[in-house]
């Protein structure tokens, strides 16, 4: 991935995508501030316009954060047909290249499948901590990820409800930042994420949060299955209840935010 800096807003793209348009609200923004840094990943389908909320809130409180777009996303649905979940992870090892240059330590912080490729990347690359919102434990049902490998070739399209918004192009929701639709063959790329996001998890040995809603899919099997699986020798979790699955959407955000806050805190007194 191509990376330029500038205050307020990035310009980044693999060589393949950087002639491609990126839909308003998806660009990936730095903004500068301490020398703690968060790296931002935004969960499947959606765009760094989802975790825009949490950015703010973050480097008002002296953080510098890059919340970043990952690969196939922000642009059109096709894009992911040629993106695989090893292109995620250099997503991730970019954004850390750039934070690098700039900040003392770097914090993950994915929201659902985000979190899955936080997670991933903390056992592999050097950060000071990882914050999973929302992440899935449990992968999809073994006939559908058979029939996506049997028809993923085929350019299939899975299409998400929009009945409500016509008129929004490739949004899904007015007040979410998503795809409508997204090639079935992606169903196998995030049971290979999962399947390597479980291989890692006891490798993570940095400070580790974990954030799920009571309501949202797996809830607390999700939760306690990672939890309990962290190598991290620190590892905190946070049950939510009635929030949405985008936690860092939820008009109850600021409580998830706070959570994150005081995580960071810690992490920096015990640099």
């Not at 850390?96 to 990347?121: E, F, P, R, W, Y």
């Not at 290979?192 to 799920?212: F, G, K």
Request: aromatic share 6%.
């Amino acid at each position: 991935m191509l990376i330029e800096a500038t205050e307020g807003n990035i310009v980044t793209g693999t060589s393949e995508q950087s002639e491609l348009l990126t839909v308003p609200g998806a660009e990936p923004r730095l903004l500068r501030a301490g020398p703690t840094a968060c790296l931002l990943l935004h969960g499947f389908t959606a765009n760094p316009e989802e975790m825009q909320f949490l950015a703010e809130d973050l480097h008002a409180r002296g953080y510098t954060v890059l919340n970043a777009r990952l690969a196939g996303h922000g642009t059109t649905p096709r894009d992911l047909m040629r993106t695989r979940w090893t292109d995620w992870l250099l997503s991730v090892e970019d954004g850390l290249d750039l934070l690098g240059g700039l900040c003392t330590q770097t914090v993950l912080i994915g929201q659902s499948m985000g979190g899955m490729i936080a997670l991933t990347a903390a056992a592999r690359f050097p950060v000071a901590g990882v914050v999973a919102l929302s992440t899935p434990a449990r992968g999809f049902p073994p006939l559908q990820v058979l029939l996506a490998h049997l028809t993923g070739a085929l350019g299939w399209m899975a299409h998400k409800d929009v009945q409500d918004h016509p008129d929004l192009g490739s949004r899904r929701e007015a007040d979410y930042p998503a795809y409508t639709r997204y090639p079935v063959r992606m169903i196998v790329e995030l049971t290979r994420l999962q399947e390597a996001m479980h291989a890692s998890l006891p490798q993570v040995r940095v400070p580790a949060l974990v954030v799920q809603s009571r309501q949202d899919m797996g809830g607390l099997d999700d939760i306690e299955l990672i939890h309990s699986a962290l190598g991290s020798a620190v590892k905190e979790k946070l049950w939510l209840d009635g929030f949405d699955h985008s936690v860092v959407r939820d008009e109850k955000r600021q409580v998830v935010f706070d959570a994150i806050g005081e995580f960071l805190k810690k992490i920096e007194a015990s640099k």
